[in-house]
């Protein structure tokens, strides 16, 4: 955390208003792209919106001992996981086929980062795949492939040991991609039957 | 060959995934090797994994900006639970010194002992 942020997390856990709407304008993206990532278009604002009365609650209670933002994605985690709770209990779909998936490289070629934005379609795929992994392993796997986080940092914003943190990884991963390789199968049986 | 059972197969899922990734080092980078070149389906699902992985990367490197509404309410909802904050402590001294005064009005509040320091 540099000496501004620091400066204006210990101005806001004053009761400063005009520091904490500072750290919301620059944090705003990190909070709304994670809860896009964990929940879906449709519930990320609302959820944004409960996240920052939850830090302007809480900032008092923040000790530096980690990084704001470390803290900031701990509340934005944990306040997605809460909705995705209060919704529905339900389990998270588990893989039972027998074959082993298979994601064929797009005409595109959008495996090359350079090469191409992903297309609208493609994006879409990977949304509705990311739905279908269970939460817990969802919020991991988007921390670590989305944002980058190390695997220490994501057991800490998750609240559980490093081992679990990548175990969570780990399943979220192979979910992932059975959901994408499922979801590309059904595509082009759609496709030859058209 | 003997039927693989699902947790195996999501063993072998799991750990060609963590390779693709570039987690593994040492004896596991080397059997999760071994699997990919003895099995051609392992080597297309290592592929997969790394096509997926690019895209996620992909997908997470690309700027999200927040709604301005967002942000306008979290600061509107910090500015009255500010102003909330004051008056609560505005009200409660107001409310003191009233209860101190009608305490003192009643003449309820035993007198203060003064000192000047001279002794009993």
Redesign the interface.
């Known amino acids: 955390m540099n000496v501004e942020d620091r400066d204006l997390v210990a101005r806001a856990s004053r009761?400063d208003?005009e520091a904490?709407?500072k750290l919301?304008?620059a944090n705003?993206?990190l909070?709304?792209?994670v809860a896009?990532?964990v929940l879906g278009s449709e519930e990320a604002?609302d959820a944004?919106?409960e996240v920052?009365?939850r830090v302007?609650?809480n900032i008092r209670g923040f000790r530096g001992e980690s990084a704001f933002s470390t803290w900031l994605y701990r509340i934005t985690v944990n306040t997605c996981l809460s909705v995705r709770q209060k919704e529905s209990r339900r389990e998270g779909w588990e893989?039972?086929g027998?074959e082993?998936?298979?994601?064929p490289?797009p005409p595109g070629g959008?495996?090359?980062?350079e090469a191409a934005?992903?297309s609208a379609e493609?994006?879409e795929e990977?949304e509705a795949a990311l739905e279908r992994v269970r939460a817990e392993h969802r919020a991991a796997?988007?921390l670590r492939?989305?944002?980058?986080l190390s695997y220490a940092e994501i057991a800490e914003v998750l609240g559980v040991p490093d081992g679990t943190a990548k175990g969570w990884v780990?399943?979220g991963?192979?979910a992932?991609?059975?959901a994408?390789?499922e979801a590309d199968s059904d595509r082009n049986a759609k496709g030859s039957a058209e | 060959m003997t039927p693989v059972g699902e947790q195996e197969r999501w063993e072998v899922l799991e750990k060609i995934g963590a390779y693709a990734a570039g987690e593994l080092e040492g004896e596991e980078a080397r059997e999760a090797e071994q699997l990919i070149f003895d099995r051609p389906d392992y080597r297309r699902l290592a592929e997969s994994y790394a096509r997926m992985l690019v895209m996620l990367s992909t997908l997470g490197n690309e700027r999200v900006e927040a709604p301005e509404a967002i942000v306008n309410y979290a600061v509107r909802r910090a500015y009255v639970s500010a102003f909330m904050r004051q008056a609560e402590a505005f009200l409660g001294s107001l409310g003191r010194s009233y209860l101190d005064a009608l305490v003192y009005y009643l003449g309820l509040r035993p007198p203060r002992r003064e000192s000047y320091g001279g002794g009993t």
């Open positions: 009761g208003v904490f709407s919301v304008r705003s993206s909070v709304y792209r896009l990532r604002q944004s919106q920052w009365i302007w609650r893989y039972g027998e082993i998936p298979y994601l490289e959008d495996a090359d980062p934005a992903l493609r994006r990977i796997l988007v492939h989305m944002e980058g780990s399943r991963r192979a992932m991609l059975v994408l390789a």
